[in-house]
């Protein structure tokens, strides 16, 4: 099970996360979204293709661009289609 925490709160939550470059990339279904709010960002990955992203807003406080995900990611990305991925001081623990 890996687990996602930024500021005292479980972010996501699953066992069935998919590992790309050394980042767990969370299924959609496993993410707490009352916890994600849209942001204008993007990134282009040479082979997944264009990411977007999402500032985490815990407890009153924002981590801006902390998660990211590839909406429509290359075929040799297509693993992580609806996955999200942390960052900026979100830990990620294994149990």
């Known amino acids: ?5 930024w500021n005292g ?3 996501a939550e699953s066992d069935k ?3 790309v470059e050394g980042n767990h990339y969370f ?3 496993s993410v707490h979204t009352q916890y994600l709010r849209p942001s204008d960002t993007t990134s282009v990955c040479h082979w997944k293709g264009k990411a977007s992203y999402y500032t985490l807003h815990v407890k009153g ?19 992580i289609k609806d996955h999200v991925a942390f960052w900026n ?5 294994e149990n």
Do not use: C, H, K
């Open 1 to 5: 099970m890996a687990i996602a925490r």
């Open 9 to 11: 709160e479980i972010i």
């Open 17 to 19: 996360t998919e590992m």
């Open 27 to 29: 299924p959609l279904e």
């Open 61 to 79: 406080q924002d981590n801006t661009d902390a998660a990211w995900y590839y909406p429509e990611p290359s075929g040799a990305a297509a693993n």
């Open 89 to 93: 001081g979100v830990e990620i623990t």
